[in-house]
């Protein structure tokens, strides 16, 4: 049994030409859709009972960790392989980075063996950034610091959008530790992006006025705000990131902004709960509400990889990640690798042109600007 | 139509060329063994949906449509100018024990049909696979043939069919675009 809801392809599926996934900051509106559409069509593969299709069969995926994660490196990791990449993690510790080895050195060492895609996550804000500028190959921000992590942003974005079936006109609540929050930014960026209203919620230490700036509402006074909301999005208190004393103690913090059932009573009845993981049960919210019926922190996990495919899918499609220049001159096509050469026959423009699926035009959607199709000479 | 286009058929004879399909469709059925269409996107699959039109009356039941999208089992992924668009394939019924019929409208190389049996076989296990196309233009790369055919037409290698089908296209009709003359644009869009 393998179904799906009905994929919603806009016109900017068509429009993918990224090499990276650097941030939601950078993406137009069309560019998120395009993800998220891709990932709806994604999904479905999550529900066969044989979760693998062989879309980047000889790709290599890196995850280059300079953090701790289990749930991002694990879902990349999980991603790739159900698109049948192969993948390897790495991580610092034990590694030439002990050793004094610079950050730029060891991304390219390991492009060097042959990545495609490198998934990265760094302590400083803009690390991906600047392996985009130095690195071929195609770089995924898996969390800079404080500053974004947009697959997570694109998994919540996605989750509001199956539940509640828009994005657009929503009022989704942002609860907790915005200041050091990459979850934050991004969802920042992508919930204003596809027009939603944003509302920061916290202590003022957590929560600074300033953020109005990004064109949010900043507030201090959940109960306030609570009933207006048709998500909330319950951010983690980040005790690794924080100085010490931006709030008295995590009981004063819990008694002010913890989600409670007697919270969720004065909410709408149908408000959907976030919550990026990992959380901190009676912190950020009360177990019973955590797994309660407005919780969808797992569908967001479940979503996650679904992201992290279409993320994966469409930054393979620039034909630079892959390490060859696009100029066609001889009617071949260009940065064929061998383990992708699946006709015997020769790489003539007879035979790669036109199989009778290119002919048919299966590789475009059905509605203007859609992208082309096949290599034809 | 496009001067350079030869009509092959016209809207009323397709819709005759379909009639025939389900009847053959029809007679093959196995008693016991629920029969189940997929077509491949983009015309596979409305063309599915008319074959399994036909089929109600002749089977005196409903016969289940899905859709399958070969863009993730393609050969040729890696070679791609630019990335395809997915489309999803949404099977809504367990293919497993079942008399799964692929659906498509054109059989040319084959290759786009070896990729939807890849992806069939990936939600399950069929107790048969079989294969309805509305043209067989010939020229096959894989050793794949259609159990039923609508129509056989001669081509040379570099031709072009089109099967022109309701809703994606505003007319029916299929046409031959000789090798050489520049093949019109599908959906009012250019060739790759």
Not at chain 1, 112 to 123: E, I, K, S, Y
Request: with cysteine.
């Amino acid at each position: 049994m393998s179904t799906v809801s009905s994929p919603r392809l806009g016109p900017g599926a068509a429009r993918w030409s990224r090499k990276h996934l650097l941030g939601l900051e950078d993406l137009v509106p069309e560019e998120i859709l395009a993800i998220l559409d891709t990932a709806e069509s994604f999904a479905e593969i999550s529900t066969r009972s044989r979760k693998k299709v062989p879309a980047l069969q000889g790709r290599i995926v890196f995850n280059l960790f300079f953090e701790s994660s289990t749930r991002t490196r694990t879902s990349f990791s999980l991603a790739a392989k159900r698109l049948s990449a192969d993948t390897q993690d790495f991580s610092p510790s034990g590694s030439s980075v002990s050793k004094g080895e610079s950050f730029i050195d060891t991304a390219k060492n390991i492009e060097a063996m042959g990545a495609d895609v490198l998934v990265v996550r760094h302590p400083t804000p803009g690390a991906p950034h600047l392996l985009a500028q130095h690195l071929k190959c195609s770089i995924i921000n898996a969390g800079d610091g404080a500053h974004e992590h947009p697959t997570q942003g694109l998994l919540d974005l996605m989750t509001i959008r199956r539940a509640k079936g828009r994005i657009q006109g929503l009022t989704v609540g942002l609860l907790g530790d915005i200041a050091h929050s990459r979850v934050a930014r991004s969802n920042i960026w992508g919930l204003s992006k596809l027009g939603a209203k944003v509302i920061l919620c916290g202590p003022p230490t957590l929560v600074p006025k300033a953020w109005e700036r990004l064109g949010c509402e900043v507030t201090h006074d959940l109960d306030a705000v609570l009933p207006r909301c048709d998500v909330v999005n319950v951010l983690r208190i980040q005790f690794e990131r924080q100085k010490r004393g931006l709030f008295p103690s995590v009981a004063e913090y819990s008694q002010f902004y913890m989600m409670t059932q007697q919270r969720l009573d004065s909410a709408k009845d149908d408000l959907l709960l976030l919550a990026p993981g990992p959380i901190n049960r009676g912190v950020e919210l009360t177990p019973e509400v955590a797994d309660g019926r407005h919780s969808a922190i797992l569908d967001q996990v479940t979503n996650g990889l679904a992201v992290r495919m279409a993320v994966l899918f469409l930054l393979s499609g620039r034909r630079e990640s892959r390490g060859s220049s696009f100029e066609e001159t001889d009617g071949h096509p260009p940065g064929r690798r061998p383990s992708q050469a699946p006709h015997p026959s020769g790489s003539g423009p007879g035979s790669v042109g036109a199989g009778d699926g290119l002919d048919q035009d299966r590789t475009r959607s059905g509605r203007e600007g859609g992208p082309g199709g096949n290599p034809r000479p | 139509m496009n001067p350079s286009e030869r009509q092959l058929c016209d809207g009323p004879a397709m819709e005759q060329l379909i009639s025939t399909m389900a009847r053959r469709l029809a007679d093959a059925r196995r008693a016991g063994v629920p029969l189940q269409l997929v077509g491949i996107r983009t015309r596979g699959v409305p063309l599915a949906h008319r074959l399994a039109r036909e089929l109600t009356p002749l089977l005196g039941s409903e016969v289940p449509v899905g859709a399958v999208d070969i863009t993730l089992y393609r050969d040729d992924l890696g070679q791609a100018e630019h990335w395809p668009v997915l489309r999803g394939t949404e099977i809504p019924f367990d293919v497993d024990g079942a008399d799964v019929v692929l659906v498509d409208d054109v059989l040319f190389t084959g290759r786009t049909v070896r990729a939807a049996l890849n992806a069939i076989c990936d939600l399950g296990r069929p107790a048969s696979v079989r294969l309805a196309v509305l043209v067989d233009r010939g020229h096959r790369e894989l050793p794949i043939q259609a159990d039923v055919v609508g129509l056989e037409v001669a081509t040379a290698r570099g031709d072009h069919v089109r099967v022109r089908l309701h809703p994606v296209d505003p007319r029916e009709e299929i046409v031959q675009i000789e090798a050489g003359s520049q093949a019109p644009p599908r959906n009012g869009r250019p060739e790759p």
